[in-house]
C-alpha cells in the first residue's frame, strides 16, 4: 500500500485530499496543528485502519515512521483573515515548513507537491495569467506575507529539484470553494454566504468591477491528483478560468439564496488584486485536465452545505472587520 503524507490535513483542501487518497486506496498520514485546520473535517476517517493523524507544527521537525511515497504539503493559512491575523505564522510555514518537509521527501525519497497560490502573481499586469509570468507583487504590503511565503516555496522546491534531483511537483491553486469552507474565514464565497443566511447585506469591497473565477472543489482535487502523478516538474495553474465580477457574483448568491438583500460597497482593501484568471492550457494539455462543474452547481451545493451549520457558526462575526484589519 503506498503511504502519503498530506500536511494541512483537517483544512479545507487537506481533508478533501485525504477523502480522495483513501478513496485511491493509499494509507494517509494526516498531519496539522489545527491553527486554522478542525478536526471535524476528518473525523469520519479516525475510524479507518489506513488513516492515522498527527498533531504537529511543520515549522517544527518533521519525522514520519516508516517509508513515504508521496507528500502533498497543504499546510498554510490561506485566507485574508488568517494570514494578516498571523503573519509570523504564514511566513515561517512557507519558509521553515516548506524546508522541513523537502528535507523529509529527500530522506525518504519520495515525491512531494507543494500547494503554492494565484497569490504569487499579485496584482497581475497580464490577464489571462500564464505560468510564466513572474507576478506584481507589493513585497511589504499586509497581503505580502502570503505572497512571499509563497514565491519562496517555489523557489525552495525548486532549488532542491535542481540541486538534489528530488521529484517535485507545484500547483497554483485559484480560488477554490466548496464544503468544509470556514464560513467566518473572510474569503468573498463564506463571506457573502453567511451575509444571506443571517439576513444581512452583502458587502462588496471598492465597486465590484474586480473579477474572480472559482473552481468548485472537486475539479480542484482532481487536478491536484494528476498533476502529483504526473512527470511535469514546473508549476500548473489549476483553476476555473470562467471570470466574473464580485459585484455581478454578488448579485447571483442574492438569486441562489433566495433573499432580499441588496449589495452595500466599502473601501477596497491595499493591494487587493482587481483580476483573477487562469490560463489552464498546460493544465489541459499536460495533465488532460479541465473543471467539469459548472458555478451554478457547484454554488447550490456550496450552499447546501452552509444552510447545514449551527446557528452559533452562523453568528460568528470574525469576517466583518476585514476592512478594518487591513487599515491597522
Same mark, same amino acid.
Given at each position: 500500500? #503506498?503511504?502519503?503524507?498530506? %500536511?494541512?490535513?483537517? *483544512?479545507? &483542501? $487537506?481533508? /478533501? ?5 483513501? +478513496? @485511491? ?59 494578516? #491575523?498571523?503573519?509570523?505564522? %504564514?511566513?515561517?510555514? *512557507?519558509? &521553515? $515548513?516548506? /524546508? ?5 521527501? +529527500? @530522506? ?221
Amino acid at each position: 500500500m #503506498k503511504r502519503i503524507l498530506i %500536511t494541512g490535513a483537517a *483544512g479545507f &483542501l $487537506g481533508s /478533501h485530499l485525504c477523502d480522495r487518497f483513501i +478513496k @485511491e486506496g493509499f494509507h494517509v498520514i494526516a498531519m496539522d496543528n489545527l491553527i486554522t485546520g478542525d478536526l471535524k473535517n476528518i473525523e469520519h476517517l479516525f475510524k479507518l485502519e489506513n488513516f492515522e493523524y498527527y498533531h504537529h507544527d511543520v515549522t517544527k521537525f518533521v519525522h514520519v515512521p516508516g517509508k513515504l511515497d508521496y507528500i502533498l504539503h497543504f499546510a498554510s493559512p490561506a485566507s485574508p483573515i488568517d494570514y494578516l #491575523k498571523i503573519p509570523i505564522q %504564514t511566513l515561517k510555514v *512557507g519558509a &521553515l $515548513g516548506t /524546508h522541513n518537509l523537502l528535507g523529509l521527501a +529527500k @530522506e525518504k525519497n519520495a515525491r512531494i507537491l507543494i500547494a503554492s497560490t494565484s497569490e504569487i502573481y499579485g496584482d497581475p499586469l497580464v490577464h489571462p495569467q500564464t505560468e510564466e509570468y513572474y507576478g506584481n507583487v507589493n513585497t511589504i504590503g499586509p497581503r505580502g506575507v502570503y505572497d512571499e511565503a509563497k514565491r519562496f516555496q517555489e523557489s525552495i522546491t525548486m532549488a532542491y529539484h535542481r540541486f538534489h534531483g528530488l521529484e517535485t511537483r507545484i500547483v497554483r491553486i485559484f480560488n477554490t470553494y466548496g464544503p468544509r469552507m470556514r464560513l467566518n474565514d473572510g474569503r468573498v464565497i463564506p463571506a457573502f454566504m453567511g451575509q444571506a443566511l443571517r439576513g444581512e447585506d452583502l458587502t462588496v469591497f471598492g465597486d465590484g468591477s474586480q473579477t474572480r473565477s472559482f473552481c468548485y472543489v472537486d475539479d480542484e482535487i482532481e487536478g491536484i491528483y494528476r498533476l502529483l502523478m504526473s512527470d511535469y516538474e514546473l508549476p500548473v495553474n489549476i483553476g476555473n478560468p470562467h471570470e466574473i465580477t464580485i459585484r455581478d457574483f454578488a448579485e447571483e448568491i442574492i438569486k441562489l439564496t433566495g433573499t432580499t438583500q441588496k449589495v452595500i460597497y466599502k473601501d477596497l482593501p491595499q493591494d487587493d488584486p482587481m483580476q483573477r484568471q487562469p490560463d489552464i492550457s498546460k493544465a489541459k494539455e499536460i495533465l488532460g485536465w479541465e473543471p467539469k462543474v459548472g458555478r451554478e452547481e457547484g454554488m447550490r451545493k456550496t450552499f447546501e452545505y452552509f444552510k447545514t451549520l449551527s446557528q452559533e457558526e452562523l453568528e460568528r462575526t470574525e469576517h466583518r472587520d476585514f476592512t478594518q484589519r487591513n487599515k491597522k
